[in-house]
């Protein structure tokens, strides 16, 4: 499902919209948002339990902060993040 935020600023002024402009919160618990300079704006929504399906692009980052691109173990086998 695409999801559209708007946010005014207040307490309870947070929406979010599918694609046809209609109002999914019942369909939430939560949404939070985080944004740190120099990196890709983060959304998370908390789903209540309901049928779903969701693509997206999951990257990894190490304990520095840093993406990681492969992972080798000690038996050589190694697994790759594109």
Known sequence: MKVK???D???RGTRVVDAQGNDVA????GVSFEHHAG??????????LVD???????????P???AVKKI??????EDVFA
């Open 64 to 66: 520095s902060g840093k």
């Open 52 to 62: 779903a399906s969701v693509e997206g692009t999951a990257k990894f980052y190490g």
């Open 39 to 48: 990196q890709e704006p983060k959304i998370k929504l908390q789903l209540c």
């Open 5 to 7: 935020i708007i946010a």
């Open 26 to 29: 019942q369909k939430l618990s």
């Open 9 to 11: 600023g207040s307490l």
């Open 72 to 77: 080798v173990y000690d038996d050589g086998s």
